[in-house]
């Protein structure tokens, strides 16, 4: 199963406009007493934090509480905002990092905010359980969407609408978007930002953070089961098959030819790569070539030919087929979105 499911939309598609008075995209966390450390944490990392290095007008972020009062946090601790929860009206992404899913969870006032900046256009997002106040909203009836697998059940019960999608990383459903838990916000964070900036800059945000930019699989691979102890990590037999992967991504690989490396049979390498990365080898070799083909296409004037050659998808035609799938546009439009000069290149 995929990390992702539904229908992302790109930057030159977004209707979400400027905001503030310097017309950077203003990101704000509306959280409620008990928000999660962790998830908060999150948002404020990836889009709170100045990085003049990836070369883009990085984001205007604030944290939002209810009259701008602190409010306490998982862990002990006390969280002081930086805005009232009318900073929400100003916003063009809304991020609930978690809320609680025992009813009632959610304050009218955070409702109304919610409801009222996606009727405006704002883009809406959740971590974990904050998928709850999302569908109390009303803005999961009839999409696709995800929560931790722990509330899945809870989630499908309280709110029937809801078309939950269990065994993903995120869902990407255009201007409402939702994550699993903990971890899995992070995966939703970059994705916004891979739609925001492009591939490049996602890379760039990830290696500062010391995090892949896209994992692949999804969150079945981490729901509590048994497991049969045979004294091999798959995760220590993967890792150099991965790297020689990403570094032969433009010749043929086959499952074969990874088991061989990793010493396996091709039987027992396919079913340990599945409980490990949560995908089979053929789609994590495609899903790195499509990443290797937009890399290209931001940074380089190769023609598409070349560009999919060097990402070995063999065809310009293919690659248009392949990310017309992945990122719901055209190389060419692609390129005219992401393209950065070597003047806008990072350079750390």
Known sequence: ????????????ESAHAPSGPSHRHRVVAAVSPG???????????????????????????????????????????TLTPSAALDAVAHAGTVIVPNASPV??????????????????GARIVSFCSGAFALAEAGLLDGRP???????????????PAVQLRENVLFVDDGDVL???????????????VRRDHGADVANTVARRMVVPPHRDGGQAQFVAQPVVDDGCDPADALAPVLEWALAHLRDPITVDQLAARALMSPRTFARRFQASVGTTPLQWVLRQRIH???????????????VAEEAGLGTAANLRLHLRRVAQTSPSAYRRTFRRTPADAPTG
């Open 1 to 12: 199963m995929a990390a992702t499911e539904g229908r992302p939309r790109h930057r030159h």
């Open 35 to 77: 928000v999660n450390l962790f998830e908060m944490a999150v948002a404020a990392e990836v889009f709170g934090l100045e990085r003049p290095e990836v070369g883009v007008e990085w984001y205007d972020f604030a944290i939002a509480t209810a009259d701008a009062r602190p409010v306490p946090v998982g862990g002990g601790a």
């Open 103 to 120: 009813a009632p969870a959610t304050s009218p006032a955070m409702i109304d905010a919610l409801c009222d900046a996606h009727a405006r």
């Open 145 to 159: 969407a995800t929560t931790h697998w722990v509330f899945a059940e809870e989630l499908a019960a309280r709110f």
């Open 178 to 192: 939702t994550s699993a838990g903990t971890a899995a916000a992070i995966d939703l964070a970059l994705h916004i």
């Open 292 to 306: 290797r083909a937009q890399e290209l296409l931001e940074t380089t004037d190769l023609p598409l030919d070349r």
